[in-house]
């Protein structure tokens, strides 16, 4: 259990994701993470309780009207610093993501991107889908559904997710049987 959030505003999202993070503290309590764009990704994570995580510098560091934020209750991974979402990628475009859920058979599809993972967690799966497939051009919104399609029918499990493409949007989608909440 994790608890996601993502929102999309035209006003500074930092203290909203923050106090959005407050009251969700209570599906996870092991760390937390809030990634913001404001063209360019800013990221601040670290393990604990969501207070003991950010103070007033973050909210004035973490810009943008965009972001997406996570607290972790691991079931997938250790604990490493490289577990803590949202995860982030700039390869081949710039990408954050956080997950909610367990993914059944991450580890079969782990095997083939072995070499491009950089954590022990399934969510990484999830943003190396996303990323390796989504192509920037005329049409981005076809092709996140056609990725989206993609993921849906590569992975098991109960999922949902939010992620970020800076100068793009937020994007979220749970797994086709709606077993994990997303609002």
Known sequence: MC???????????????LDSLLHLQHRGQDAAG????????????????????????????????SGIAHVRYPTAGGYSRDDIQPLCTNNPYPIALA????????????ESIRDRLQSSIDSEVLLRLLADQL????????RI?????????????SYSVVSLIPNQGLLAFRDPHGIRPLV
Do not use: W
């Open 3 to 17: 608890g996601i959030v993502g929102i999309f505003s035209h006003e500074a999202v930092a203290a909203e994701l």
């Open 99 to 110: 997950h909610n859920g367990n993914l059944i058979n991450y580890q079969m599809i782990a």
């Open 145 to 157: 559904i056609l990725v989206v399609q993609d993921i849906f029918s590569r992975l098991s499990g």
């Open 135 to 142: 192509t920037m051009g005329d049409d981005v919104f076809q």
């Open 34 to 65: 809030i990634v913001t764009s404001d063209g360019c990704m800013h990221s601040k994570q670290g393990s604990g309780l969501v207070k003991e995580i950010f103070g007033p510098d973050d909210l004035l560091f973490l810009k943008g009207h």
